[in-house]
């Protein structure tokens, strides 16, 4: 059955003649195999629709939000009281003092919290915190890591100044070496560390953190009076119910939440220790809607479901036998996929697949059987998926694998992507 | 009867121990007087009551969003039902288009439209397409005006760098001399003027848009090439159900919006016209939440309202009633007090006021007859309020008149606002 997405190409025209370039930012498919929908209908539990009404089994969970489910009972119920006693007003509720004992009630290093709307905002307020902290400017971060999207961390450098991009030093993921060379450059102005939880730059394997680098940056915070900063807005709560670093024994001064702690109601997070307190009480950082009380609701309600349920566990042995299933089923077929990060946010990346035309057939394969994997970014699990649902997504891969099979000697290379091979 | 904002006290101690300072951003109330309330249980309609229980008609509106009424059913059952459908999900629905044709379609310079969640992300939106068309650095603006909380535009320097601050020329607002030489300055790297659409600043007087300086501004940019940015953040919708600037005849090529658009749902806009396209195409912004659906059903029901209701021509004349009113028992008690900006968006100050000794006990003896008032902060008028709501602040008025006179002789010091003599 060859599909039409004839709902999603005239959405897509329309959109051409009012949003730039049709669509903008992490959720614009223009780098996606063309099959890909660009627009989306509904969601409930672990499944959407595209905009022609295809059901999908989506791994991409939003690109994290989803933790939940769409569309979670327990957590809108929560959202709609609260939006109808007050939501946006002149001030905070007790809502946000409930809410901030709440994380740092469960977050190990936290003692206080911020809250915002974009991961951006927390990673920028982790920037300005630390600088007025040490009243230092430098910002030593690794390359290729994301912290979002704010003309001193947007990837692309578009429109963006070199002041923008000012008194950063870059070094390399888990590289000891590196970390320290990038912190003697920094010489007496080494404001903070910043550190993704783990290395889940898009294109690329993912890299777990190294305990020896998490603790290297540790010990190089402290001894020059810079703050540690791991940046959790996107792995957070899928690898601890605490800072993920707590897995490898290290707890930041900050940490920088968002996407999926009020299950995609919007809402952000810049949690810090005490040595941090006072800096962060005198920056001027807000927003029109940083205080309104039925996105607090909707992670009040999260998080219990955070420490009161086994969801971690279960995406954990959801992910692990998508994983073994998937190793097995590729192996089987003669391809070697490489499966990185975490179990519960996957990246799948084809051996010798270097403009990615393997994985984007592959990919390809998989929606057309009713599944969402991403080809370059990593993928996240969430609580509404079953074992049936894994099993689903197993028979799928198998049958993509044949479909790769029979495709792969003649594979085109994919244009949009040769920028890869460069 | 003195009251003890009891609730109040215990949530401001229990606040101060896991937020920094207690609150941050512009709804902490700091620099307010002693009894205003910090946190706030409930809103309807023109209407609030704080976390004691004391129902208070609020002319703050929430420093803007509130436009329709605090939970108004038409727009809260827009949010919800789509909410039910598919709000964040991993890429947008339907809605993110019609509401770009929809607010396109009102605002008459606008060709295209992108969303996100703060009027900081709008603002800086703005100065990177602005750098990406013109690929020149420099923004001219106007001393004192407020684009958001971002490095770059943040009023308080704590924790900002100079390079944060970098590529930046400040003019006096009105006073054409004044830009003509900051474009001057700014050379051949003038890539955008940004202007408030009218002086808003806190702590002193509104001024309307002289219609010369905001030509002025048009011709200077067209002449060199920069792009016209107005910021509509703040004003949007409660001067015109356009750019507010149309109400002088000139034209921006960008404009932003937030705060009231979806009535305190969280979503905010850039909007632009074909001259800024294709730049506004290449720069990378996003956000985790900046394309969930249910803020953009209640947009769409929000602007359905603003272009099918009369409520500007309301807001309008209970401003004007309003203002009357209060000039008449202003001055029947024996006091200059200034009235300034819009009618729908008034700023009070006292004559001979310099540290707002006099405007704090009027605003205080408002609070206590059940009418929030905000000292030195333009206030905003809702569509949901009566002439009976606007007489009933006339009434409490009356009598803070008289308190402010048996006090006036007496009144100390306010030492926190000590910095406005200096």
């Given at each position: 059955m060859t599909r039409t997405n004839s709902v999603d190409r005239a959405l897509r025209e329309r959109a051409e003649a009012v949003i730039p370039g049709g669509m903008y930012g992490h959720q614009a498919v223009g780098l996606l195999p063309e099959d890909y929908p660009q627009f989306f209908s509904r969601g409930e539990g672990a499944r959407l629709w595209?905009?022609?009404?295809?059901?999908?089994?989506?791994?991409?969970?939003?690109?994290?939000?989803?933790?939940?489910g769409y569309g979670n009972p327990e957590i809108?119920?929560?959202?709609v009281r609260q939006m109808e006693i007050g939501d946006t007003l002149t001030g905070p509720t007790a809502l946000m003092v409930e809410l901030a004992e709440a994380f740092t009630g469960m977050v190990g290093h936290a003692d206080w919290a911020m809250f915002c709307k974009n991961g951006t905002d927390a990673t920028s307020m982790?920037?300005?915190?630390?600088?007025?902290?040490?009243r230092k400017k430098?910002?030593?971060?690794?390359?290729?890591?994301?912290?979002?999207?704010?003309?001193?961390?947007?990837?692309r450098r578009v429109g963006i100044t070199p002041e923008d991009k000012a008194n950063?030093?870059?070094?390399?993921?888990?590289?000891?070496?590196s970390l320290e060379a990038a912190v003697a450059a920094a010489g007496d102005d080494l404001a903070a560390i910043f550190a993704a939880p783990l290395k889940h730059d898009t294109f690329i394997d993912q890299v777990l953190p190294d305990p020896e680098y998490a603790n290297r940056a540790r010990a190089l915070a402290d001894e020059s009076g810079a703050l540690l900063v791991v940046d959790d807005v996107r792995a957070g709560l899928r690898i601890a119910r605490d800072c993920s670093w707590s897995t490898v024994g290290v707890e930041p001064d900050l940490s920088t939440w968002g996407k999926c702690f009020a299950n995609g109601h919007a809402i952000s997070a810049l949690l810090g220790n005490n040595k941090a307190r006072n800096a962060a009480a005198h920056i001027f950082v807000t927003g029109s809607f940083w205080y309104q009380a039925a996105p607090m609701a909707a992670a009040l309600t999260t998080l219990k479901l955070v420490r009161e349920s086994d969801y971690l566990e279960r995406i954990d042995v959801l992910g692990l036998r998508l994983r073994d299933g998937l190793a097995e089923r590729a192996s089987a077929a003669g391809f070697g996929l490489r499966?990185?990060?975490?179990?519960?946010?996957?990246?799948?990346?084809?051996?010798?697949?270097?403009?990615?035309?393997k994985g984007y057939c592959w990919s390809s394969a998989m929606l057309e059987r009713g599944v969402y994997v991403h080809p370059f970014h990593n993928m996240f699990l969430c609580a509404a998926m079953t074992e049936a649902d894994i099993d689903l997504a197993l028979d799928a891969a198998e049958g993509a694998f044949k479909v790769l099979q029979?495709?792969?000697?003649?594979?085109?290379?994919?244009?949009?992507?040769a920028f890869l091979l460069a």
């Open positions: 595209d905009a022609d009404g295809r059901e999908l089994l989506d791994f991409m969970c939003a690109y994290g939000p989803n933790l939940f809108n119920a929560a959202y982790a920037m300005v915190t630390a600088r007025a902290h040490t430098t910002i030593v971060m690794a390359k290729g890591a994301y912290h979002g999207a704010a003309p001193w961390c947007t990837p950063q030093i870059f070094c390399d993921y888990n590289d000891v070496a499966q990185t990060g975490p179990v519960t946010m996957p990246l799948f990346l084809f051996d010798d697949d270097p403009d990615l035309r029979g495709a792969a000697p003649t594979l085109a290379p994919i244009e949009k992507l």
